[in-house]
């Protein structure tokens, strides 16, 4: 079946140290995004990647980061520098951007304690 | 960027027609208006695009205003599987609209 996976679907740190989000898509998709949803609200744009080896800043990309080393791969790190980050992360995926479909993973629920 | 108005909640019966009204008075003449609901706990799935014309699939039916200024995304019979929050989304190839921006949208309630 062709679709976007991330994992895991709860997580937990301590404050103070790194996470690395996984979101993997085996929908042959050149764009790759993560947004951030927080209780209540919509979600904001982290960081999209166009294509492989290529990735930009989205609306609230401070205190994260990514990488594109593989067209199926798109992880995304919770840095220490994040002051709040205990959120619902999501990865959706896109043959292209702007006007094509996006697809969704089932997202994961960051607890920073 | 174009932006759209959504109503924060909306209440339905199960079975009767649901409409979801989206206003996007700024809309430029090469906005797609892209519709996405979100179940609880769930990421966001798509239901249905439109241009200009009137479109249907087999989730629902969007219906877009002449002056393209507001449309309305129609759930013909709406079951307890539809209760969620519906996005209204300007969408492009081009310009500032080429990332999605997802507002707060509109929580649908179905009553059984």
């Known amino acids: 079946d062709g679709g976007i996976t991330q994992s895991p679907k709860y997580l937990f740190r301590k404050e103070g140290q790194n996470v690395t989000l996984s979101c993997e898509q085996n929908?042959?998709?050149?764009?790759m995004y993560w947004y951030r949803q927080d209780p209540g609200q919509g979600l904001r744009l982290i960081y999209y990647s166009q294509i492989v080896n290529d990735f930009q800043k989205g609306d609230i990309a401070e205190g994260y980061s990514v990488s594109r080393e593989k067209k199926e791969s798109f992880p995304l790190t919770v840095t220490s520098a994040q002051k709040n980050p205990t959120a619902f992360y999501l990865c959706a995926s896109s043959m292209g951007m702007g006007t094509d479909t996006q697809y969704f993973g089932p997202g994961t629920r960051l607890t920073v304690l | 960027d174009a932006k759209t108005t959504q109503p924060n909640s909306m209440e339905s019966n199960e079975e009767e027609p649901v409409h979801l009204p989206c206003n996007h008075s700024?809309?430029?003449?090469?906005?797609?208006i892209h519709w996405y609901r979100q179940l609880p706990s769930q990421g966001p799935e798509y239901v249905i695009h439109g241009l200009t014309s009137n479109v249907n699939n087999r989730m629902a039916s969007l219906a877009i205003a002449e002056d393209r200024k507001s449309s309305t995304l129609i759930l013909h019979r709406a079951t307890l599987r539809d209760a969620a929050v519906y996005y209204c989304?300007?969408?492009?190839?081009?310009?500032?609209?080429?990332?999605?921006?997802f507002g707060k949208g509109t929580l649908l309630t179905v009553n059984p």
């Open positions: 989304i300007l969408a492009n190839s081009g310009g500032s609209n080429y990332k999605l921006t």
């Open positions: 929908l042959n998709h050149d764009a």
């Open positions: 700024t809309i430029s003449g090469t906005d797609y």
